[in-house]
């Protein structure tokens, strides 16, 4: 069933125990912190429900009509469909939600793929499907929190102290299920989210049992307190100023849990360091997550492109050859992001995972992630180098139009042959909250650490190489020459 946005804001109103700073946020649908935001997840529900946007964003399964997301593909067109959902989830908001519904759903969807690599005793696939059905059942919006917190990865010193380990663990268990208690970073999107899974992309110490459980609870879980960054919205003078800032901001919350209570049928990994951690890489889980990311990256780069193109144009500077082959670099950006996404489809498995499910290109999709945490920064210093000094030709904000004598000066003085004052205005407002804005810098952290640190996504591409291959290419050329050839040539000289 596929919800409206309506239902979904109405899901929202459930009593979490959300934070900013000291204050309790009653309502994230009407806060003045989170309300557009929020909105925009209801438009997106809405987009994917309408029945113009239907055949893509979704598909008929179990005699349902689900999101697109929840598709485990068992061809090379069903990995196309998805992207195409994907795609179009993310220009709806240019790539600026990273955590859209469609993200953690998919991890969850290339996870119930290959549910045996949930093997008991320490895991439960029965649980893992009985949870994706669900999720897919009622639309869920899922986000996650798979990271110890930072600097609390080694015990000793809260040990030494008595201090409780702030890091997200097991404190108990009985018959009807496990007690979580600690922290775990970075829930984004969980403010307007339905549930969380917790779980830990990244590897335990082997003796970590109590931190290894993979688990998902609701967003109003009693014990379950989210501590959110300051959010973007509130300090937006207004939309045009603003713009992105104004509700895209998808906020990002860390996880405070305090005496949990996880039912066993929401439980799918405890007690096993390595399988925790495994369960993303050896099912497509990890893939198809990483997947959503590349094809959103690939929508905000289509936003960048038109942005340099316009300001380019906005500076009168567009048609100077140096500046025109600045844009055709970016625009083979672009390109090159396209390429890679549709390469993880051209060159699918159709091996891998087994029992009639196929995935996408892993390596080319770690080499797509490398590439995008990569270059983030560098492209958009493309679009800060074009805008020069523009952004700060203009007003505070657009307030100034409110006094008729400085808005006859700023219209008449600030137009130019390519644009009126509040066009030109518009424009470098909107590339601002790209290049310069809080909102920018908070997206440009986002690109080089969604996916982990570089060395992690480096560690992911290494593990999916065939080295084998590789070392081959080097042995079979120089097995075609040896050292006695060279030397009796040389001699014959
Ligand atoms: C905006 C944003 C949104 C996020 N959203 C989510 C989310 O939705 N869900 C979620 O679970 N997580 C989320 N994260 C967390 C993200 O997964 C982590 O930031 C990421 O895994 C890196 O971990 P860390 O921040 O603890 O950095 P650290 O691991 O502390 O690393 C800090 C720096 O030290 C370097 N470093 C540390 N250890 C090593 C080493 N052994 N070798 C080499 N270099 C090293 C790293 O490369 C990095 O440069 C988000 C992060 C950001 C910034």
Redesign the pocket.
């Known amino acids: 069933m596929l919800r409206t946005g309506k239902e979904h804001l109405q899901s929202l109103r459930d009593g979490r125990a959300i934070y900013i700073g000291g204050e309790r946020v009653d309502d994230v649908t009407s806060h003045p912190a989170f309300r557009n935001a929020a909105a925009t997840v209801a438009a997106l529900y809405d987009m994917k429900a309408d029945p113009a946007h239907r055949d893509v964003t979704s598909y008929e399964e179990d005699g349902g009509r689900h999101s697109i997301y929840f598709l485990r593909a068992k061809s090379r067109d069903d990995l196309q469909q998805r992207m195409h959902g994907h795609r179009r989830i993310a220009d709806f908001t240019h790539g600026l939600f ?2 859209s519904p469609d993200h953690v759903a998919s991890f969850i969807t290339g996870m119930a793929m290959k549910p045996d690599e949930l093997k008991p005793p320490h895991a439960n696939a029965d649980n893992l499907l009985a949870y994706y059905r669900y999720a897919r059942d009622n639309d869920l919006y899922v ?5 110890p ?3 609390a990865r080694n015990p000793d010193f809260y040990q030494r102290q008595n201090i409780p380990l702030p890091t997200l663990r097991v404190v108990r268990e009985d018959d009807s299920g496990v007690v979580i208690s600690g922290m ?6 969980a403010a307007f989210a339905n549930e969380i899974w917790i779980g830990n ?2 590897p335990l110490a082997p003796d970590q049992k109590n931190e290894a459980i993979t688990c998902a609870i609701p967003c109003n879980a009693p014990g379950l307190q989210l501590w959110s960054r300051q959010p973007f919205e509130p300090g937006c003078a207004s939309e045009f100023d603003s713009p992105l800032a104004y509700r895209y901001d998808e906020t ?1 919350c860390m996880l405070i849990c305090n005496e949990i209570k996880v039912p066993w049928e929401r439980v799918f990994v405890h007690g096993d360091a390595l399988l925790s951690r495994d369960i993303y890489v050896k099912t497509p889980s990890h893939c198809f997550g990483n997947h959503q990311s590349n094809v959103r990256y690939w929508s905000k780069m289509r936003l960048l492109v038109g942005l340099c193109s316009k300001i380019a144009h906005a500076t009168g500077a567009d048609q100077v050859p140096a500046v025109r082959e600045t844009l055709g670099r970016i625009s083979a950006h672009e390109a090159q992001i396209a390429g890679m996404v549709n390469g993880q489809i051209n060159a699918f498995e159709a091996n891998w995972p087994g029992n009639g499910y196929v995935c996408f290109n892993r390596r080319m999709m770690y080499g797509a992630l490398e590439w995008c945490t990569q270059n983030y920064q560098t492209f958009v210093d493309e679009l800060r180098e074009l805008m020069g000094g523009g952004v700060f030709q203009m007003p505070a904000n657009i307030s100034v139009l409110r006094d008729p004598g400085l808005a006859r000066d700023f219209q008449t003085y600030w137009q130019t042959p390519q644009n009126d004052a509040i066009t030109r205005m518009k424009l470098f407002k909107l590339a601002w909250d790209m290049v310069g804005s809080e909102f920018a810098g ?1 997206h440009q ?2 690109e ?9 996504v480096r560690n992911h591409s290494y593990r999916e190489t065939d080295w084998v291959a590789f070392n081959k290419i080097v042995d079979d050329l120089m097995a075609g020459y040896d050292h006695g050839g060279a030397l009796g040539k040389l001699a014959a000289e």
């Open positions: 990273g955590r986000v996650y929190a798979v990271v917190p930072q600097a775990k970073m970075l829930a984004t999107g992309v990244i990002d908070r952290q986002y080089k650490f969604y996916a982990g640190a570089s060395f992690i």
